[in-house]
């Protein structure tokens, strides 16, 4: 028998559903405007900016990323058609790495002021810092059962 939402439960998943939807749509539509990116895109070439030597092996920037390998390879494509990117196959190490180019680097540091401010407009400006760090805990918390949830399923 469905256990169907009871209204608290219903009013929360609408939130997440708003959140989802339109977050996203905004921040793509803010960074394609002005720096010529996807916010997907944007998203790997910041985690290739934090990382030491500004590599990563494409399996580790795809879980970081939160995608699919393939989804990862075609936008690590698109971002070497750019010359953003380039992949890099090194003796001794394992896998494919993808690795942040000098374009790629100041194609972050250009666009990361306007990504910051976006995200504060949309979502942290209306909260105060209680709500912010509950926001951080839901969010974890939520992004923990989600990990499990999905490497249950690849067992």
């Known amino acids: 028998m469905t256990q169907w939402l009871d209204p608290v439960e219903q009013r929360a ?74 992949r890099d196959t090194t003796a001794g190490r394992r896998g494919v790495h993808a690795i942040l180019t000098d374009a790629g680097f100041e194609k972050v540091i250009e666009a990361a002021p306007g990504y910051v401010a976006t995200v504060r407009r949309l979502v942290l400006d209306g909260l105060d810092d209680t709500q912010t760090a509950q926001l951080a805990v839901l969010g974890e918390a939520l992004s923990d059962r989600l990990n499990q949830m999905l490497a249950e399923d690849c067992d």
């Open 13 to 86: 998943w609408q939130a997440i559903v708003a959140l989802m939807t339109r977050i996203p749509g905004a921040l793509d539509t803010r960074l394609q405007r002005e720096y010529g990116l996807t916010h997907f895109e944007f998203r790997v070439l910041s985690l290739l900016s934090e990382e030491a030597g500004h590599r990563l092996q494409l399996s580790d920037l795809a879980h970081k990323a939160n995608a699919s390998l393939s989804r990862l390879s075609h936008v690590v494509s698109k971002l070497e058609r750019l010359g953003w990117a380039r």
